[in-house]
């Protein structure tokens, strides 16, 4: 079973009050604001338009799973996405074309940066900007076009999945293995994050000098 991110938008002002994560929707094709989702009976929203893979497994009668996986709020506090896992229950069917998205392609690298910057609680608006103009460095080197929002949007939700150090393992392993040119490059914006206040606070040292040997062992097997 392949699971795939993607989000809700457009959401009803009642979105929330009978949906928790974990929730089972449902998606329908309809003439308007194309992909409608459903908790049950109430339409929370719809599913964004530049989403097309989403429009074409429903015209495919591709069997699926909709799951809610989290709920995203900007700065204010306010909710502006409905996050979920669509699942395709048809492993032997190919991906015409291959689904991709911020998330999928360089969501753990996210989720690494955010753990630095937020290693003494809290994401400054100066490492947040840092994060995202990298993510939108990383999407043009990998032929990925946001949507718009997505990029803020995939900062916030790798600020609300911030790895621990052996999630941080497990992440730079699998880089190494997949994609080893990433690793030198994510370095470098690691150490950009943790220094783009002008100080390096106790608890950003003591990740920095783990990321360090983390990534240097990944580098250094990579070249082998």
Known sequence: ?????????????????????????????????????????????????SRSWIARLLADGERHEVTVTGFDTDPAGKLVHVEIAVALLNDAR?????????????????????MVGAADGRLEPAERSVIEQFAAARASELGLVPDEGEIAHAVRWARRHAPNM???????????RDRPEAL?????????VAEIDGRIAPEEKQSMITLRALFEQGMAKAKK
Not at 16 to 25: F, H, P, W, Y
Not at 94 to 114: F, H, N, T, V
Not at 184 to 189: D, K
């Open 1 to 49: 079973m392949r699971s795939h991110p993607c989000v809700v938008v457009g959401l009803a002002p009642d979105a929330l009050q009978n949906m928790r994560e974990g929730d089972k929707l449902k998606l329908e094709a309809g003439p308007q604001d194309g992909v409608a989702c459903f908790c049950g009976s109430q339409r929370i929203g719809h599913i964004p338009s």
């Open 94 to 114: 190919p991906e015409q074309p291959a689904i991709r998205s911020i998330i999928s392609e360089i969501g753990d690298e996210l989720r690494i940066l955010a």
């Open 166 to 176: 052996l999630d941080v393992a497990g992440i730079v392993k699998r880089l190494t």
């Open 184 to 192: 030198p490059i994510v370095w470098e914006a690691c150490a950009i």
